[in-house]
C-alpha cells in the first residue's frame, strides 16, 4: 500500500515522482505520538535530530530555527559530526542549501554532490568528500520555522526521493511539534515567575521603617532604582534583604520582566552550576535533557543571588563572565549565549574577610559590590518595633475571620524586651502564631511562643554574647534537636546552621 506524496527535488537527477511505503506511513504516526509528548523544546530538537539521522543513514546533520520575530535570522541548535559554529560558516555549502531550501521551500536532494552542476566549485564539498545532501525547510501555516541538514560522504543508499518525501512530510509534524513546544517553554517561564513572585506587591510602602537607618536605605534606593548597577544586601538573616531586593526590581525599569531568586547555600557545586546556567542532556549523570538555566530564564529581568558568598571557585567564574560580558554556557555545552540580567546579590557573612581568605574571588566581589546596602538588625531600628507589629496584626488579621486584632501591652512589653535573633523575620512568625492562637480574642502575652525576658539585657556581655548563651541553651532544652530549636526561636533552621557554624561550638 502507497500514498502519493510527492517528492519536491532540483537538478538531482532522480526521478520526480515517490510514493511513501505504508510501513513509512506507521512510522511518521508513531513519530507523531513521540513528537507530541515532548514539550521541552531542546529535547524535541534533540528527537528531531535523531530520527532524521537515523531514517536517512546520514554521517552528519545540522537543525536550525528561525527566530520568531525574524525569519531571516536563523541560528544552529543542534548538530551530529559537525561543529555548531561551522555548520553555517559562508565557506560551507551547507550553508548555502539550507537558505535555498528556506527561500524556496523546497526540499533539496542531491546523491552526487561532487558531480552536480549545482555546487560546481564549492570548495567545501570536494575538502570534505561530500556526496549525498539533502535539506528540508519546517513550515508552519506558510511560515518557516526552521530546516534540517543532512549529509554523507560514503553512505548514500537512505539518500532517496523516498526518504525525501518521508523527510518533507516529517517536517510537517517536526513545525507543529517545535510551534508547540515554544508555546509550552513561554508559558513554564510565565508560569516560574508567577510562582516565584507576587507581581507588583513589594513596593517601598512594604517595607517599613522611619528609624534613621531604614530613611538613610529608602533614600539610597531611590537614587539606584533606576539603575542597571549591580547591588550588595548585606546583613544578619530575616533583615529583609530579599523584600529590599524584590522592591528594586518592581519599581524599576525592569518591572515587568522576571524577578528570580535563587538560594546558593547549602547545594553541591554541580546541582548550583545547573541551577544557574543550565546544562546540555548528557553533561553529568542524571542530565537526561537540555535545561534553560535560571540566569537564562531572568533575561532582561533582574536576578537575586541568595548568600552569593557559598558559590563554589568555579561557579564564581562563570557568574564574573555574566557581569563582564553578559554571557555563559550551560554545563557541558559549547555554545556561547548572551543573557541581560541585574544581578543583585545578599550575604550574612562579611564577604570583604571572604576575599581576604581567598574564599571569594577579590574581581567578582567588586563587580557585585558596586552599590553595597548594609540591612540593619530589628535592635538597631530604634522606633521601628510597634510600628513593624501593627502592620503584621493588619497583614495577618486578613487570614483569620473576624477583626483585626490588637495586642495588650502586657504582650507588647515582652516583645520590646525580646533581643529578636531572627529579626523582622522572626517578628512576622511571631505575630503571625499569636494571631491564630488568639482566636477572636486580643493578643496576650500567653500567645506569644517567645522566651520570656524579664528585663532588657544590660551588664558586661554583648549582644551577640547574650544572643549565643539564649540559642545555645534553647538548643540544650530542645536536646540538641536543631528543627525544635529553630521553631521555638522563630528562625529559619537556616539562621541556626549559619549561628552554630559562626560560633564553631560542639553542635556546628
Known amino acids: 500500500m502507497t500514498t502519493n506524496l510527492t517528492a519536491m527535488q532540483s537538478g538531482s537527477g532522480l526521478p520526480a515522482p515517490a510514493t511513501l511505503p505504508a510501513e513509512q506511513l506507521q512510522a511518521l504516526y508513531d513519530i507523531a505520538q513521540v513528537l507530541n509528548t515532548i514539550s521541552d523544546i531542546d529535547s524535541l530538537l534533540e528527537r528531531i535530530m535523531d530520527i532524521a539521522i537515523q531514517t536517512v543513514t546520514a554521517e552528519r546533520g545540522f537543525l536550525v530555527l528561525t527566530d520568531p520575530s525574524n525569519e531571516k535570522e536563523i541560528s544552529v541548535r543542534t548538530a551530529r559530526n559537525i561543529a555548531p559554529e561551522a555548520a553555517l560558516s559562508k565557506e560551507e555549502i551547507s550553508r548555502s542549501i539550507v537558505l535555498g531550501a528556506i527561500e524556496s521551500q ?113 533614600d539610597l534606593l531611590t537614587k539606584i532604582i533606576n539603575s542597571d548597577i549591580s547591588v550588595m544586601l548585606e546583613g544578619e538573616s530575616g533583615t529583609g534583604k530579599e523584600l529590599v531586593a524584590r522592591a528594586l526590581h518592581y519599581n524599576g525599569a525592569r518591572r515587568d520582566k522576571p524577578f528570580i531568586a535563587q538560594f546558593c547555600g547549602n547545594l553541591s557545586e554541580t546541582l548550583l552550576e545547573s541551577e544557574l546556567f543550565g546544562h546540555k542532556r548528557g553533561a553529568f549523570t542524571g542530565a537526561v535533557s537540555d535545561k534553560k538555566g535560571l540566569i537564562e530564564i531572568a533575561d532582561g529581568g533582574s536576578f537575586f543571588l541568595d548568600e552569593v558568598a557559598d558559590i563554589p571557585p568555579s561557579v564564581q567564574a562563570k557568574l564574573l563572565r555574566v557581569l563582564q560580558d553578559g554571557e555563559f554556557r550551560r554545563v557541558g555545552d559549547t555554545e556561547v549565549r548572551k543573557v541581560d540580567v541585574r544581578i543583585i546579590s545578599a550575604t550574612n557573612k562579611p564577604l570583604a574577610k571572604e576575599v581576604e581568605s581567598g574564599n571569594f574571588r577579590e574581581d567578582l566581589y567588586y563587580r557585585l559590590n558596586v552599590i553595597s ?122 539562621w541556626l546552621h549559619y549561628k552554630l557554624a559562626e560560633w564553631k561550638g560542639p553542635e556546628a
Open 373 to 494: 546596602i548594609r540591612m540593619p538588625s530589628l535592635r538597631e531600628r530604634d522606633g521601628d518595633l510597634p510600628l513593624l507589629v501593627q502592620h503584621f496584626l493588619a497583614k495577618h488579621s486578613k487570614d483569620v475571620e473576624g477583626k483585626q486584632r490588637r495586642i495588650l501591652p502586657e504582650a507588647m512589653k515582652i516583645i520590646e524586651r525580646y533581643h529578636w535573633p531572627g529579626n523582622v523575620r522572626e517578628l512576622e512568625n511571631a505575630i503571625e502564631r499569636a494571631i491564630v492562637l488568639a482566636g477572636d480574642r486580643d493578643i496576650t502575652p500567653d500567645e506569644l511562643i517567645i522566651p520570656r525576658v524579664s528585663k532588657p539585657m544590660t551588664g558586661a556581655k554583648s549582644l551577640k554574647d547574650h544572643e549565643r548563651e539564649f540559642v545555645l541553651k534553647t538548643l540544650e532544652d530542645y536536646s540538641g534537636n536543631k528543627t525544635k530549636t529553630a521553631s521555638a526561636l522563630g528562625v529559619s533552621l537556616r
Open 106 to 218: 523546497q526540499g533539496v536532494l542531491t546523491i552526487d554532490a561532487q558531480t552536480d552542476p549545482r555546487f560546481a566549485g564549492a570548495e567545501s564539498v570536494i575538502f570534505n568528500q561530500i556526496h549525498a545532501v539533502m535539506s528540508v525547510p519546517f513550515i508552519l501555516r506558510g511560515r518557516i520555522v526552521g530546516a534540517i541538514y543532512l549529509d554523507s560522504r560514503n553512505r548514500r543508499e537512505g539518500f532517496t526521493n523516498e526518504s525525501l518525501t518521508f523527510l518533507k512530510a516529517f517536517s510537517n509534524l517536526c513545525a507543529i511539534a517545535i510551534d508547540n513546544a515554544r508555546l509550552m517553554g513561554n508559558l513554564r517561564d510565565e508560569n516560574y515567575q508567577l510562582r516565584t513572585e507576587v507581581q507588583r506587591t513589594y513596593q517601598f510602602k512594604e517595607i517599613i521603617g522611619n528609624s534613621k537607618k531604614m530613611q538613610d536605605i529608602f
